[in-house]
T-cell receptor
């Protein structure tokens, strides 16, 4: 069965600093990988996704993520964090055969200091 | 883009009563919808897959008689928490795959429904 690990429960960065959120997955085949963001009390918004092709994917709000098969990772990055980026970030993995059934990581809470 | 609407956003009920949560795909059809449950400061756990016109598929450990799911149309799925107890208090989120985002594996999520059982 597939699984997703987000090793960092909580990260604090200063506004304007760079950000990297880690995500590792366990899955036998090429996964579908996603990053979602959740503001308090809200649903999830898709930041970006990887299905195939270019391993560096661009998303909304200036985020990007790189798929590294050799490391089974899909880390999320942003060069300069804004205070409005403070939220919970979830990495998720999907797989072929069952449409859209995702397994989520435990999430990383991002705090941004001014 | 695709929108999934959930109602109600907040609901407080007494122990022993039943609560219905609706999930609607507003501008697309969804033969499948997914119901997730999220405990405070935790990740999303898939509860069940709602299938239009057929029975829902429940994940291991989820009580199908406690969490009734009905997918009566291509745009509406409902989750009914029956005989609710305080331990059922949680944030329930539905989602639907939107092919408009590039494939069957991209989920659009509702804003969630927070259930508090007194």
């Amino acid at each position: 069965a597939q699984s997703v690990t987000q090793p960092d429960i909580h990260i604090t960065v200063s506004e304007g600093a760079s950000l990297e959120l880690r995500c590792n997955y366990s899955y036998g085949a090429t996964p579908y990988l996603f990053w979602y963001v959740q503001s308090p009390g809200q649903g999830l918004q898709l930041l970006l996704k990887y299905f195939s092709g270019d391993t560096l994917v661009q998303g909304i709000k200036g985020f990007e993520a790189e798929f590294k098969r050799s490391q089974s990772s899909f880390n999320l990055r942003k060069p300069s964090v804004h205070w409005s980026d403070a939220a919970e970030y979830f990495c998720a993995v999907g797989y072929t055969g069952t449409a859209s059934k995702l397994t989520f990581g435990t999430g990383t809470r991002l705090q941004v200091t001014l | 883009g695709a929108v999934v609407s959930q109602h109600p956003s907040w609901v407080i009920c007494k122990s022993g009563t039943s609560v219905k949560i609706e999930c609607r795909s507003l501008d697309f059809q969804a033969t499948t919808m997914f119901w997730y449950r999220q405990f405070p400061k935790q990740s999303l756990m898939l509860m069940a897959t709602s299938n239009e016109g057929s029975k829902a598929t429940y994940e291991q450990g989820v009580e199908k008689d406690k969490f009734l799911i009905n997918h009566a149309s291509l745009t509406l799925s409902t989750l009914t928490v029956t005989s609710a107890h305080p331990e059922d208090s949680s944030f329930y989120i539905c989602s639907a795959p939107d092919r408009g985002l590039g494939g069957a594996n991209v989920l659009t999520f509702g804003a969630g429904s927070r259930l508090t059982v007194l």
